[in-house]
C-alpha cells in the first residue's frame, strides 16, 4: 500500500470537534467501509458492457482476425484468442477468407452473448471483493466552505492538516476521478481489442475506476483516497497514524472557542510542532480565511 505516487505534501481531513477529540487522543484515523459512505453510488455501483453498434463491432473484430490470420498486419496477441490465432496461421490448415470470416463471426457473436450471460457473475464476484475494502479519504484544502458545512459540523469543527512522510500511507494516495457517467468494462473500442486477441482483461482498472470514481457533483471535495482489503468484511477500522505526519489544526468560524485550547493541546501531544490556525468569514468574498491560533 505505501509507496510515492505522487508529489501531493499536504492533505487535509474536515471533521466535527468531537470526532476531533477522539482522533487527537487516540492518535487514529477512521478507514471505512464503502456501505459507511454518504452517497449510495460510492463504490457501490456495477461496471457494464457497451457496445453501440453490435453488427459493426463483430465484421471489425472479424476484419481484424482476418489480417492477423492472414499476414497482412502486424499482430501481437494478448490473450488466449490472440495467441490461438497465431497459432493457426503457422500451423492449422488454411482456410479461405469466406470460411475464416463466417467461423470468427459466429464465434465472436457466441462470445458477446456469454458475456453479456456472465456479467451479473462478475458483478457478484466484484462486490464481494469490494465490500472487504477499508478506505481513508482525504482532501487537497482546507478552506472549501461545502466542505466546512457539510463535514465539519456547519463550520463549528475542525480541519487536520497531515504531512505526507516517506512512510505515510496517503504516500500512496490516489485523486478521484468526478464523472457524469459510471465507467464501462469495455467500451466498443476496447471490446474490439479484447474480441480481437489484442487486450486483456485489466482487473486493477476495474477495481481503481470502482474505488476512484465519483459523480461529478461531488467534484468540489477534490478528494483522494487510499484503499486496502481487509481479511474479513468489517465496518471500519480506526488505525494508528505517524504523530509527526500531524502538521497543523484549522478550526471552523463557528467553532466554540473553550474546545479550541484543549484541541491544540491535544494535538500538541501528539507533535509540539503543530501550527493552529482560527478561521474567518471574508469581509469581502464568499470563503474562510485563516490568522494563526498561539
Not at 477512521?30 to 455501483?45: L, V
Not at 457478484?124 to 469490494?130: E, I, K, P, Y
Not at 476495474?206 to 478528494?223: H, P
Not at 488505525?239 to 494535538?267: H, W
Request: hydrophobic residues 40%; positive net charge; proline residues 3%.
Amino acid at each position: 500500500m505505501v509507496g510515492w505516487t505522487h508529489t501531493q505534501k499536504k492533505f487535509f481531513k474536515y471533521m466535527s470537534s468531537g470526532t476531533a477529540r477522539v482522533v487527537l487522543a487516540n492518535g487514529t484515523l477512521r478507514w471505512s467501509a464503502p456501505k459507511q459512505f454518504n452517497d449510495p453510488f460510492d463504490i457501490q455501483f456495477d461496471m457494464h458492457i457497451e457496445h453501440v453498434d453490435k453488427a459493426k463491432l463483430i465484421a471489425d473484430v472479424a476484419n481484424d482476425l482476418w489480417l492477423f490470420y492472414s499476414r497482412q498486419s502486424e499482430y501481437e496477441p494478448k490473450n488466449r484468442l490472440g495467441y490461438f490465432v497465431r497459432d493457426m496461421s503457422v500451423k492449422g490448415p488454411r482456410l479461405s477468407e469466406a470460411e475464416f470470416r463466417a467461423a470468427v463471426q459466429k464465434g465472436v457473436t457466441e462470445s458477446l452473448y456469454e458475456q453479456q450471460r456472465r456479467l451479473p457473475e462478475l458483478h457478484s464476484w466484484v462486490r464481494a471483493r469490494l465490500e472487504k475494502a477499508l478506505v481513508l479519504c482525504l482532501t487537497e484544502m482546507p478552506s472549501n466552505i461545502l466542505m466546512w458545512a457539510h463535514y465539519a459540523d456547519c463550520h463549528r469543527g475542525v480541519v487536520l492538516e497531515f504531512s505526507t512522510l516517506e512512510a505515510s500511507s496517503w504516500a500512496a494516495a490516489r485523486p478521484v476521478s468526478y464523472r457524469e457517467r459510471m465507467p464501462l468494462l469495455f467500451d466498443q473500442e476496447q471490446l474490439r481489442q479484447f474480441l480481437s486477441g489484442c487486450a486483456v482483461i485489466d482487473k486493477d482498472r476495474f477495481f481503481l475506476e470502482s474505488f476512484l470514481t465519483k459523480s461529478i457533483d461531488w467534484k468540489y471535495e477534490r478528494e483522494w483516497r487510499v484503499v486496502w482489503h481487509a481479511t474479513k468484511e468489517i465496518d471500519f477500522e480506526d488505525t494508528k497514524f505517524n504523530p509527526q505526519e500531524l502538521a497543523g489544526i484549522y478550526f471552523g468560524c463557528r467553532v466554540d472557542k473553550k474546545d479550541c485550547e484543549d484541541l491544540v493541546s491535544l494535538a500538541r501531544k501528539l507533535n509540539p510542532e503543530v501550527q493552529a490556525w482560527m478561521g474567518k468569514k471574508s469581509l469581502r468574498t464568499f470563503a474562510v480565511e485563516f490568522d494563526r491560533f498561539k
